[in-house]
């Protein structure tokens, strides 16, 4: 069962409210001028969230890690692992 809600809101002289929770349960909050950005913001927390999920995660550690070792070598740091 997903997880996945969103709500907009709005108090009046103030921006609109988006709140969205994600498949996963994460929430997240943001505002905005319009509904209409409010909703596009709903949407793209939610496709991000396929596309994260949907990549290998080891690799992208891995990624990291050995951009991290590229870093500490171009600035003369000492090897850490």
């Given at each position: 069962?997903?997880?996945?809600?969103?709500?907009?809101?709005?108090?009046?002289?103030?921006?609109?409210?988006?709140?969205?929770t994600?498949?996963?349960?994460?929430?997240?909050?943001?505002?905005?001028?319009?509904?209409s950005?409010?909703?596009?913001?709903?949407?793209?927390?939610?496709?991000?969230?396929?596309?994260?999920?949907?990549?290998?995660?080891?690799?992208?550690?891995?990624?990291?890690?050995?951009?991290?070792?590229?870093?500490?070598?171009?600035?003369?740091?000492?090897k850490?692992?």
């Amino acid at each position: 069962m997903s997880k996945r809600n969103y709500s907009i809101t709005r108090k009046q002289g103030e921006w609109y409210s988006a709140k969205v929770t994600d498949s996963y349960g994460n929430k997240y909050q943001n505002y905005f001028e319009t509904a209409s950005e409010a909703n596009d913001w709903i949407y793209y927390v939610w496709s991000k969230e396929d596309w994260f999920n949907s990549v290998d995660s080891q690799e992208l550690l891995y990624k990291a890690i050995q951009q991290c070792k590229e870093i500490d070598n171009k600035s003369n740091r000492r090897k850490i692992l």
